[in-house]
């Protein structure tokens, strides 16, 4: 019973490391709140900070919603990264719930 059991379960395990594969390389997206920021020229600001970090594909910064959009490639960066370089540049941020 055991060994019938055994190959149908190793293909399972193969079939989910090949779906796992595909969707690593797959660029996530996150909407920070930022919500300090004061003009026009804030956005840019954070848009340039979150450009600088590697593996951000795209950011969007808007002041009409105090947010910002970044897509990045899950195996490059993080949201803690992004977070931080816009705390650096002066914006502290939160995920948008
Ligand atoms: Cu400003």
Do not use: H
Not at 17 to 32: D, Q
Not at 61 to 87: C, G, H, Q, R
Not at 91 to 96: D, E, Q
């Amino acid at each position: 019973m055991l060994k019938r059991m055994a190959l149908p379960f190793f293909l399972l395990l193969s079939l989910l490391a090949s779906i796992n594969a595909v969707y690593a390389a797959e660029p996530e997206t996150v909407v920070l709140d930022i919500p300090n920021m004061t003009c026009n020229f804030c956005p840019i600001t954070i848009r340039k900070a979150l450009n600088k970090v590697d593996g951000v594909i795209k950011a969007e910064a808007s002041f009409e919603t105090k947010t910002a959009t970044v897509s990045f490639d899950p195996d490059k960066t993080n949201v803690e990264e992004l977070i931080k370089a816009t705390t650096n540049a002066g914006y502290p941020a939160t995920i948008k719930k």
